[in-house]
């Protein structure tokens, strides 16, 4: 550790966002106990079979693969997630991204794969958070394995409600309109992974999905940060 390190933790000290310890110079963004811990599903070593498939097949034209880094639970007010998405941490995004991304290269995830498509948001949504979280997840995945992300390839359309109360019925009818294909060309005859935060029915993944399928002979795979084990209602 230089002394320039040394300083900056002495004046600036991190804390780990979970359990609130000051973080080691080692320790990147969270402490080593709270990384351990993290609640991984294991799903990038069988992307065929695990519960985002379950959740998504049928649903998708063109479906290949999916997975999930973590399991969410929405009682959890500790959850790094929840400062991922409502806090100001645009930087926890980039770095779980990478995390993702490390081990995507291990297990082949992407192979195959042409072009990394974060969910956008709706432009008013983006200057309220300043950030998109989706798009943080893919930028890292992309440092770490070259797949470019193409940002431009579809946006929201609307500003949907928030589908926290909503049945699954209700969350599907909410988000089917809510994204536009502005460039059909630079997807046509390609495998796409879409990437988003948190999936719980799968609604707004499946009405992205359908929106990229439009452009003609689109090969479709999810990857997302986050599922939710179980959706009551
Ligand atoms: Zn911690």
């Known amino acids: 550790m230089s002394w320039i390190d040394r300083l900056l933790d002495f004046v600036m000290p991190r804390f780990c966002p979970i359990c609130g310890r000051r973080l080691a110079a080692n320790e990147s963004q969270l402490c080593s106990s709270c990384l351990l811990g993290l609640p991984y599903t294991g799903f990038l070593e069988r992307p065929y079979d695990n519960l985002v498939v379950d959740r998504l097949y049928g649903k998708i034209r063109n479906f290949e693969r999916g997975a999930s880094l973590f399991y969410y639970m929405y009682d959890d007010r500790r959850n790094f997630l929840f400062d991922l998405k409502y806090h100001d941490r645009p930087e926890m995004g980039l770095w779980l991204g990478q995390e993702a ?6 297990t082949g995830f992407l192979d195959g794969i042409d072009a990394i498509i974060p969910v956008p948001l709706a432009p008013s949504r983006l200057r309220q958070r300043g950030y998109n979280q989706s798009e943080l997840l893919a930028q890292g995945i992309s440092e770490i394995t070259g797949v470019p992300v193409l940002t431009h390839v579809a946006r929201r359309t609307t500003f949907t409600q928030s589908q926290t109360h909503l049945s699954t019925e209700q969350r599907f009818e909410n988000v089917k309109n809510a994204f536009l294909l502005v460039d059909a060309d630079a997807i046509r005859h390609r495998h796409v992974l879409i990437v988003d935060d ?6 707004t993944t499946t009405a992205l999905a359908s929106q990229l ?6 090969r479709v795979s999810v990857f997302s940060l986050a599922i939710v084990k179980q959706h009551h209602r």
């Open 101 to 106: 991304g490390r081990q995507m290269l291990r």
């Open 198 to 203: 948190v999936v719980t029915t799968g609604a």
């Open 213 to 218: 399928s439009t452009a003609g002979d689109v």
